[in-house]
């Protein structure tokens, strides 16, 4: 999800939020009765980010979020491939 500067910061999260998938309550991944997820922050990750989210273990894990920096190489493409929720700060 590509930011923009022009919306506030509620209306941006609330955004996010409402563009996420989720799975349903139960079948969620929990531990100690909370949802579990991995945040990656990346910056020209390329390469690199792919095989990090494909590595996360989903059966401990109910989501990945990659956080793109800025990155000018294909790092929210290859996020977004690989099975993770992104977006990106610039």
Known sequence: MKTNSSI????FI????ESTPV????IRTNY???????TMPCWN??????PGVKSVPR???????????G???NTAIEAEEAGAG?????
Not at 8 to 11: A, I, Q, T, Y
Not at 23 to 26: L, P, T
Not at 32 to 38: A, K, Q, Y
Not at 86 to 90: D, E, Q
């Open 14 to 17: 609330t955004k996010l939020i």
């Open 59 to 69: 059966d401990l894990v109910d989501c990945v979020c990659v956080v793109n920096n």
């Open 8 to 11: 506030s910061s509620r209306e």
């Open 86 to 90: 992104y977006f990106s700060l610039c």
């Open 32 to 38: 100690r009765g909370l949802s579990l997820m991995v």
């Open 23 to 26: 799975k349903e309550m139960s």
């Open 45 to 50: 990750e390329e390469g690199k980010v792919g």
């Open 71 to 73: 990155s000018i190489d």
